[in-house]
């Protein structure tokens, strides 16, 4: 595999850190270069192409819990310079005597985590075949049902080549690939409703010989077609079962962010200093995992250059541990788990969530199910959010039914689910044999920093949740 | 590198050399100095200089993007190629292209948007602000007792816009924001608040110091937050965030959502909607705006339109290609993401936040909201939201963890007073404004 001689080679690296590291403890630079290509058809057609490349250098400096940071996409040597120093502005000491830093040779590339399959790239059959996958997307959606209207779609693609050197000496690089294919559908029924579904991966379009556009474009069909018939969401607190593969999200929001290193190590987390102790029922075990192959949030290592692994997180209701990055591992003592991401070459690394899922338990969906007198049964999730000092958490249905003695009835409308994190984790009452990922299709925002994550669940049942529909009573 | 002008007009001429019909270039160069501090310590200090080039392409109504921060001359004409070749994949679309010529490009000189100061003011003096942020929401109540840090952010923005048609237009513009995001201790608990400023110069940003104390007193007040019953009842939106319910019904009035059935506003333009109290504009001539630019994103001048007059829909918002497909012209909403916002604002009403909340014999105020998902479809609103329960026209106790939910036609039908409070600090701004009656999902 051969790199194009835009990329930095060790040399550069090394003059870039050296320059960067002054008083400094500790210096890194990060390369990237990005290549992500998009189709997007609407009403029935392809309606254009996109293709956007982000290639530049970010350099970070730290010096005790401070961070210097600049960024570049112009590689001339000047402009790098330029950069290097605005990192070091953090710990300018005229006095400080400057370390030797050795980059050397290749820089070694982390062994794939990676799903093996075909990337189109930018041939001319490979914009075919983006153009197939989509076209069948929309046949597929659109004779689902009469009452399917509008269809949207996108397919992208992208491989992005990463090279991290640090001051330690520590030169690795990895490429990673991301597919993603989202299908969106609006029904006409007795009110209008709509449906999404995205599928894809670390791997290539190839993966759509196996979970094909069909199978998407059907299940965002047959969502807007429920949702046609969709009543209005109750107000108020009650039984809620969470649905497998996207109930994740709830694992996401409620406990995920709150055991990033950062807000631990500044006692902002409602988890903070709580190693070792109950926050969950006993029957709640969560791992976050960066190695899971071809999952969305697998990186083979993280923006720091730290190889991806599997995290206990909670086990039995235990809190074992946070997920660290560099700075935040070093402050509190501990070493870094992967967990170091980074939207892009403009921004510093923090400690963000892979994939975060929840392993099998013990009851059956119709056990969990039939439990319920009445209450509402949450499908799947468009998203969620949470403030973090509190724990204070929200997300948002994408599709759900009402529980009925035991059965599910009406689908209703999207609501806003409320909770507190760790309050709502000790009322997990049930936890289901069927653990699944969900679609691969969500990404994480933190610090106005967008990276993609993979979430996994069981269906679970939780004792009482603030349902937000507009029905009372 | 070119001068601006100069290296987009190049983009363009590498574009239609690959065989491009017609081709567009936008340079942005952001010079970027950020400070975040926490606890009294700088703890993050970020400077940059970003760059990036988007090119879009045209042939035979074929259209395709090109976005890159490489801009070194080989790599562009690379991949202006590229993007010419993935274009013919794309279908024939009539109403694909550059917009009509208009005659030469205003500079922006007029509009207030580039302040020369925040070039000038030394990187020293913005530390001073993040540091003053810190310190002074500290010192406000011995219950802060910790931060999720404050921060500084001082951007200087060139554009540089060409066109195949002849169209070439430049500006500058500065933004600064301020912003603090105390914590206080509630027993057991922790509150966080955020709060800050943004505007196109120093001269008009909210003072550090009243940053500081706003910011500390939300953390400070909502010690002790509970869960309000589950009940219908008046809501009062405070400000910002009753300019985050304005961006769901934007995301309505935007054509591109209209042209695929994405809307639940499609066929009522000419409708009353709202109540008498809704008179919405989108002002991209706004002096000092930030949404304010002399041209759009594919270079029409941008204007000043109503939206919502005295609660009857106007017009959606436009840019050329879903002007064309639904017959209209484009009013100056291109953004590089498709149909976005200039000042896009509710019209303020008289009284202030105090009269509306006294007004109101049980109810509550809503000063902070979390989560996203709105249906542009069908309007179902609903939303986690934190604030204040108010009995008696009075603000009785702090409450949070409940949601509100409705449906934005409803939402807007039912607006019954507006205060005066309108400040202009986003693409989204807005007074604070009473709805009549929706649902408060607690305990």
Known sequence: MQLEPVYLDAATFEKILTRALGAGEYADAFFERRVARSFRLQDGKIHEAAIVVTS???????????TGYAYSDDLSADALSRAADAAALIARDPAAKIAAIRIEGEAKLAPSVYEAAAQAGSTDAGSRAYVDLLARADVAARTFDVRVGAVNSTLSEELQDVIVATSDGHFVRDRRPLVALAVQAVANGAARGTGMCGDGGRTGIGYFDRRTPEDIAREA??????????????????????????????????????LEGDFNRQGRSLYSGRVGERVASELVTIFDDGNLPGERGSIAIDDEGTPGRHKVLVEAGVLCGYMQDRLNAGLMGTESTGSGRRQSFRHPPLPRMC?????????????????????????????????????????????????????????????????????????????????????RSYSCGKGGQYVPVGVGMPTVKLARVTVGGSSVG | MAEPLTFAAAAVADAVAAGAAEAEATLNVIERFSVEARNREVARLEQSTGRSLTLRVFSDGKKATLVTSDLTAESVRRFAREAVDAARHVAVDLYAGLPESRGPAGDGS?????????????????????????ALSRAYDPRIVNSAGS????????LA????????????????????????????????AHYGSASRAYASLEAVDSIARTAARRAVDMCGARKPPTMRCPVIFERDVAASVLSDVFAALSAANVAVGNSFLIGKVGHK??????????????????????????????????????????????????????????????????????????QAGSGNLEALISSVPRGVLVIDTIGFSTESVTGTYSRGARGFAIENGE?????????????????????????????????????????????????
């Open chain 1, 221 to 258: 069909a047959r969502i807007a077609c429920v949702n046609c018939d969709a009543v209005e969401a109750p107000a108020g607190e009650m039984e809620v079962v969470v649905g497998a593969g996207s109930g994740g999200v709830l694992l996401h929001e409620a406990v995920g962010h709150g």
């Open chain 2, 161 to 192: 816009l060409v066109n195949s048609k002849g169209f070439h237009g430049t500006y500058r513009a500065t933004q600064v924001t301020r912003d603090a995001g105390p914590i206080a201790q509630d027993g057991e608990s922790k509150r966080v």
């Open chain 2, 110 to 134: 007029s509009l207030e948007i580039y302040s020369p100061d925040v070039r000038e003011r030394p990187n020293e003096a913005k530390i001073d602000d993040a540091l003053g942020l810190e």
């Open chain 2, 273 to 346: 909607i709202g109540s008498g109290l809704v008179t919405i504009f989108d002002d991209g001539l706004l002096s000092g705006g930030l949404g304010t630019a002399p041209f759009d994103a594919e270079g029409v001048p941008t204007r000043r339109t109503v939206v919502f007059r005295d609660g009857v829909l106007e017009t959606f918002l436009y840019d050329t290609y879903y002007g064309r497909k639904l017959g209209v012209a484009s009013t100056g909403n291109a953004s590089s993401g498709g149909v976005g916002p200039t000042n896009f604002y509710l």
């Open chain 2, 151 to 158: 921060h500084v952010l001082d951007a200087v923005a060139t």
């Open chain 2, 395 to 443: 603000l009785a106790y702090p409450i949070d963890e409940f949601t509100i939910a409705g449906n934005l036609v409803e939402m807007l039908a039912g607006i019954d007073a507006v205060a005066n409070d309108l400040r202009f600090d986003g693409n989204f701004v807005s007074p604070s404004f009473r709805i009549a009656e929706m649902t408060v999902s607690g305990s």
């Open chain 1, 355 to 439: 994939n975060t899922y929840m392993p099998n338990g013990s009851s059956t969906y119709d056990e969990i199910v039939g439990s319920v007198k009445k209450g509402v049964y949450a499908t799947s999730f468009a998203g969620g959010q949470v403030e973090i000092s509190k724990g204070d958490f929200v997300f948002m249905l994408a599709e759900g039914y009402l529980i009925e003695d035991g059965r599910l009835t009406a689908p209703i409308r999207g609501a806003s689910l409320i909770g507190n994190g760790p309050d709502v984790m000790t009322r997990v009452v049930m936890v289901g044999n069927d653990t699944r990922f969900a679609g």
């Open chain 1, 56 to 66: 530049g250098v970010g350099i970070r400096v730290l010096s005790g819990e401070r």
